[in-house]
Nanobody, 123 residues
């Protein structure tokens, strides 16, 4: 069983920045892709960004391209999400995800979820 623990959420003004971190308890199995989803109130959980096993390939939702950057530290089994120029529409609970094989997974393809961390960008 893989445990994912997120940290780094909070409240910022629009235009501000936050950095989310996710630490995995153990190295996940093969196809070691990790990523971030988010879920706003009364909306479906949506993919934000993913990164492959060695960090050489990443995927971003159109809504965050140019503002968010995903990275990972393989030695630490950790993944990060740097969020710049936050907008009120970025307000959501952000979930770390692991245990999937593709760069653009559906939420029902995710094997492991973190507990979520709240990000709020106020206008």
């Amino acid at each position: 069983q893989v445990r994912l623990v997120e940290s780094g959420g909070g409240l910022v003004q629009a235009g501000g920045s936050l950095r989310l971190s996710c630490a995995a308890s153990v190295r996940t199995r093969t196809s070691y892709t990790m990523g971030w989803f988010r879920q706003a109130p009364e909306k479906e959980r949506e993919l934000v960004a993913t990164i492959n096993w060695d960090g050489s390939t990443s995927y971003y939702a159109d809504s965050v391209k140019g503002r968010f950057t995903i990275s990972r530290d393989g030695a630490e089994n950790s993944v990060y999400l740097q969020m710049n120029n936050l907008k009120p529409e970025d307000t959501a609970v952000y979930y770390c995800a692991a245990g999937f094989a593709t760069m653009n997974p559906r939420s029902d393809e995710i094997v492991y979820w973190g507990q979520g961390t709240q990000v709020t960008a106020s206008s």
